[in-house]
C-alpha cells in the first residue's frame, strides 16, 4: 500500500482543470476548515452533531442497526440470505440521542446513517456546507453519512466524488478499478445500499478463500481525514471508508462530467449479459473488437471516414435519435 498524495488546500490552484483533470485521488488538507460546523466538530464532535439535529429534529432519516458483534462492518450473513444488520426509520433527533448515548462506550451497537439528503428542515446546511471547488448552482447530489466506529466495504460509485469530513476522523482504502478482480465483489443485485460491495473483511483478511486480494494491496493507496480534510475520489475507484471515532460526520458531493443524457453504463452491462455472456467465445471475442473499435475508440475515430449525415447513431446523437435509440432499444427488450 502506498499513501494517497496529500496538498494543502492552499495549493489547489485549479480543482477541475487541475486535480479532478488527473483522475488520481488527492487528500486535500484544510479543505473545508472554514465551515462553522467543522470548527464546532474541532472542539467537540457531539456538540456538532447536536447543532445539526437542532435544525429538523423531527427529520424522519434511514439508519443501519447492528448489534456489537460487527464491530462497524456493515456486510452480509454468511449464508448471504440476508444482512448482519436491519435498517430502521426514525427521526433524525432520535438517532442523533442514540449516538450520544452510546458515545462513551468502548464496544457500542453500530450506526451508521448514510445519504442522508440536505433538504426540508436540513436545507439551511446545505447553503452553509457549499464546497469550496464548485459553482454553487451545479447540479450535484450532495449527501451526509453520520455514524459511530463503522466500516463501509470496498465498492465503486459512478460519479466524481468530493468527501468532505466534518466530525471525527476517516480512513480511505483506494483501488484503481482494475483491481475488480481481486477484490472478490458480491452480488449485483441483492446490495447493502445500492452498489456491489467487496466481500473481504479488511481487518482480518481470510487469504484462503480470498488469496488475489493480497495483489489488490498492493495497488491500494491510504489517507486517514480529519475534520476539515477533503478526499478527491475519481468515479469508478473502489473505496472501503473506516468511521475511527465515536461520532462521524462527512459530506459528499458527487458530480458527472459528459453531456447531461448519459446514463449509467450498468444498463449496458445487464444488455450484455442478454446479448454477448452466452456467445460462443471465438463471436464474443469479436464482439469485444467491435466495441474497442466503435466505443473506446481504440482504431480513432470510427466515423471519421463519413461525413456527419451519414454517421447515423455513430455521429453527434440528436435529442431526436437519442429519443430514437431508447424506443428501439425498447422495444428489443420488451
Known amino acids: 500500500m ?6 494543502e488546500a492552499k495549493d489547489v490552484a485549479d480543482f477541475r482543470s487541475g486535480i479532478a483533470r488527473d483522475y488520481q485521488p488527492v487528500l486535500i488538507r484544510g479543505a473545508v476548515d472554514q465551515w462553522d460546523l467543522v470548527k464546532t466538530a474541532k472542539a467537540s464532535s457531539a456538540d456538532a452533531l447536536k447543532a445539526l439535529a437542532a435544525l429538523a429534529p423531527g427529520q424522519e432519516i434511514e439508519a443501519f442497526f447492528g448489534d456489537a458483534s460487527l464491530k462497524g462492518r456493515f456486510n452480509y450473513r454468511d449464508d448471504f440470505s440476508g444482512f448482519n444488520f436491519e435498517k430502521r426509520k426514525l427521526t433524525l433527533q432520535n438517532y442523533v440521542n442514540l449516538l450520544l448515548h452510546h458515545e462513551a462506550e ?21 447553503e452553509r456546507l457549499v464546497s469550496p471547488y464548485h459553482d454553487p448552482k451545479e447540479d450535484m447530489l450532495v449527501q451526509m453519512w453520520i455514524g459511530n466506529r463503522t466500516r463501509t466495504a470496498a465498492h465503486y460509485d459512478l460519479p466524481q466524488n468530493l468527501a468532505c469530513v466534518i466530525a471525527g476522523r476517516r480512513r480511505f482504502t483506494l483501488f484503481p478499478t482494475d483491481q ?6 458480491g452480488p449485483q443485485e441483492m446490495t447493502p445500499a445500492g452498489q456491489a460491495i467487496s466481500l473481504v473483511n479488511f481487518h482480518a483478511p481470510d487469504l484462503t478463500r480470498f488469496p488475489k486480494f493480497a495483489e489488490a494491496l498492493e495497488h491500494a493507496q491510504v489517507g486517514e481525514l480529519g475534520p476539515g480534510d477533503a478526499l478527491y475520489l475519481p468515479s469508478m475507484w473502489f473505496h472501503h471508508v473506516e468511521s475511527l471515532e465515536p461520532i462521524g460526520m462527512m459530506i459528499n458531493y458527487w458530480w458527472r462530467e459528459g453531456p447531461d443524457h448519459l446514463v449509467t453504463p450498468k ?6 449479459l442478454l446479448t454477448l455472456k452466452e456467445m460462443p467465445e471465438t463471436e464474443r471475442l469479436a464482439w469485444r473488437e467491435i466495441f474497442d473499435h466503435y466505443i473506446f475508440g481504440q482504431n480513432g475515430d470510427p466515423m471519421a471516414h463519413l461525413p456527419e449525415h451519414a454517421r447515423g447513431f455513430f455521429g453527434d446523437l440528436t435529442p431526436v435519435q437519442r429519443q430514437q435509440l431508447r424506443q428501439m432499444l425498447a422495444r428489443t427488450l420488451s
Open 180 to 185: 475488480i478482480g481481486n477484490l472478490y465483489i
Open 267 to 272: 444498463f449496458a452491462l445487464y444488455h450484455a
Open 106 to 126: 468502548e464496544n457500542p451497537p453500530s450506526f451508521f446513517a448514510g445519504a442522508v439528503r440536505l433538504e426540508g428542515g436540513l436545507a439551511p446546511m446545505k
Open 2 to 7: 502506498q499513501p494517497i498524495r496529500i496538498i
